[in-house]
């Protein structure tokens, strides 16, 4: 089921066509970070940074990844990107 109609899905199926593979990387990489900015504004402000980080992981990647790995992200304390 879609609300989208044909005309407009074949015009962003065009545009996406047109964008570079780093094009379409970085609108992904927006999109995420603006899910993940809207799961993280939903989350009491008193939990632990390793408790937000689970309940975000939770809502992001539901029953997609064991509980295992969302458990150890949460509990990482490595760098969180390159230096």
């Known amino acids: 089921m879609s609300d989208t109609s044909a005309a407009a899905a074949?015009?962003?199926?065009?545009r996406h066509r047109q964008m570079t593979p780093a094009e379409r990387w970085l609108a992904a990489s927006s999109l995420f970070e603006t899910a993940r900015a809207i799961v993280e504004s939903s989350l009491p402000g008193n939990l632990t940074l390793a408790q937000r980080r689970l309940a975000v992981?939770?809502?992001?990647?539901?029953?997609?990844?064991?509980?295992?790995?969302?458990?150890?992200?949460a509990n990482y304390s490595g760098s969180p990107g390159p230096s």
């Open 10 to 14: 074949k015009t962003v199926a065009y």
């Open 57 to 73: 992981a939770r809502r992001l990647y539901g029953t997609e990844l064991p509980e295992a790995a969302l458990i150890a992200h």
